[in-house]
């Protein structure tokens, strides 16, 4: 057993590490999230040339092959800089299920694009009735002449609104809620029947809701009717990203409320002198570090079994959830009004790590699943 | 003791239901329904409504144009407002400053203030607290220096709520010498907003709405007139406020509204499998919340009665304002979670007048997350939660 890093983590730790120190500061976040775009395609340029892109894809496909802790390190960065590009959408969802179901050309048609930085995907699965059951499709594709038209509607697509290409979770065969019958699409964004609302999440990350009107679809990605293991895969696999980034953001959420608490005197002391407060800065850092724990947990598992777990990546997302709610509220209470405005950052990081305990299943969710796996 | 409602009380129901179907704007209840923030013209009409109905001075003495209600007249109040989707009147000129000056101000002061603030005809903020003086208020800092017939105010207010919109500020200023000891050297000043050498500037809050300012004060001259009773007293007079105001600050009635609303979106959410209320799991936390509520009820009610008996409110009203502010968090997260993905979206221009785009999401979910950072601030404001509990802990406890 040895949990220290590689040289080569080591080495991508600290490439990411200084990214967030050097030109991610909260004010050149603030003015990406003002821009049109809302991410900077510089970064998204800079994450191509450093190989970040690269890391979720097999050197089969011109990757570096990354493990989940590779993985796991940059967005434990990423955390620490509540970056909003969109490395989730584009490189692990979208980019992982062509990876996983996509045939030779369609890998040589996408990977390279994505990893070069020249390419915004999003995977479109999430309907507005179906919380966070991934077999609950209603949109449909069906086939008329050996071409697949889509129609219905999907919720909340981080990236949606950015995006060239969609990869399109629909129904091909089956009721709303069975396993079987779902397959995954490759559709151009910008064909004239699909109708995108973007708009950008109370977390700064962009997305949109996304109608298919009789849309066609460019091409069948994997095997009609049996994609629901593909998509619970790559499912785990961003679940994992969101639980590394919420370990990050803890860690300077926790750093922050530290430093106010150190700082910030009332009745002539600095309210870190405070048993009462003493011991909630404690619970915090347990929180973090439980959480940090169980992170590792989950991510050497899933290297390790090549595969994975559900079982101990829902113990994972259950217990972050649990910790980025007490940590996040704690924050932003142990600052006082501070906390509350806009100009700070700690209250930017309470909301990434309150929408992290949402996505991809909730806290509750994830602890019932761990139940049941 | 007992629990029902006499026959007058239940009459007084009828009428406060009647006159809430009849006269409250339905533009109001809907956006009250949703979530959403009013604009100053809509506070300003429904307080004029109540006004006209004579239900503006809820807790005014009858002299003054008070409504002379009991106590449980009050709760009925609260509880159909609540749930006909009427907005809270603003309290900082009803419910602050007008009780500081019906019990310590002067006649003149009462002739010229009181029937403008009943009327709603004027915009009251309320200036405590100060970047350095937060939880620790008697820590401030703005000064007023006595000049003649004058005051000369210096200093800045932050968190001002509102304060874009004011015509008065109710200030705690320090009057004393910079010796004196810190609580003896706060008065109480009524200062016009309108002075071209006071100026306001936003703070954006997380949930990215403008609700608090600071509000800068650079030699502002206040007539001596303005000062609310003796220059020193003025910590007393806040202090005497604060706890009558801690009984509101419960929002047992609008937080038991909220509940049922989670409870209708819990059952309509349905992924074609089973509706959202039927998952235990959830179904549980909503009861917690449901029972935890029950029993403030009972502690505000126990707390109104002891009022009513003539008994002052005492310290333990500490305990309202930290479980109902916890109650309300709670139920914040649940419609957080009930909404899903849909608690993402920050979309605030689609509830804008003449919208015509596309909705996001059903408009039970579009503002659950906004409200949820929204509502942080009820744990830190008023007395944070902390202060509350050093209050229990000192004054009741003896600890």
Redesign the interface.
Known sequence: MDFSLSSEQQMIQDSVSKFILNDYDFETRRKILKSAAGYSQDNWSLFAELGWLMLPFSEEDGGLSGSMADLALVMEEFGKGIVVEPFIATAVLAGGLIAASGNQQQKDLYLPKIMAGELQMAFAY?E??????LN?VKCSATETQGEFVINGHK??VLNGNNAETLVVAARTSGD??DNNGISLFLVDANHPSV?R?G?????GHQ?A?IWFDNTPTLELLGDQDNALPAINNVIDKATLAVCAEAVGAMQIANERTLEYAKTR???GYTIGSFQ??QHRMVNMFIEHQQAKSILLMAVLKMDSNEGVDAKAISAAKSRIGKAANLVG?ES??IH??I?????LDV??I??RL??IQ?LFG?T?NH??RFATA | MNLDFSAEEKEFQQEVRQFLQQKLPKNISSKIKKGLHLLKEEYVQWQQILHKQGWAGVNWPVEHGGTGWTSTQKYIFDNECAQAGAPDVIPFGLKMVAPVIYTFGNEEQKQRFLPDILASKVWWCQGY?ET?A???LA?LKTTAVRDGDEYIVNGTK??TTLGQHADWIFCLVRTGPPSAKNQEAISFLLINMHDPKITVSP????D?SHE?NEVHFDEVRVPANNLIGAEGQGWTYAKVLLTHERTGIARVAPSKDRLIQLKQLAET?????SK?MD?P??AQKVANLEIDLLALEYTELRTLSAISTGKAPGPESSILKIVGTQII?GIDELY??AA????????PQQFEEGFD??H???DTAANS??T??NN??T???GG???IQ?NIISKAVLGL
């Not at chain 1, 708009?199 to 977390?203: A, K, L, S």
């Not at chain 2, 703070?203 to 997380?206: K, L, W």
């Not at chain 2, 959410?269 to 499998?273: M, Y």
């Open positions: 999430a507005p009735q179906s919380r966070y059951h609950n919720s909340v709303t809620q109708k609302e708009y950008t999440n109370v977390d997305a809701d005197k009332q009745f009462a407060l509220r932003i209470q006082g009004g906390g509350m405005t806009d100009e209250g930017h309470f909301k309150t929408t949402y909730s509750d602890t019932k | 607290s350095g937060g939880s620790d820590g932050t968190w703070i954006i809050t997380i990215g608090v959410s349905d992924d074609g499998n959202l998952d799991i959830f968090q957080v979670e899903a993905y849909y608690s993402m979206p920050y979309v785009g596309q996001i999401g059903p997350a906004l949820f950072f942080r601030k744990s830190i404001y944070s939660n902390e509990t």
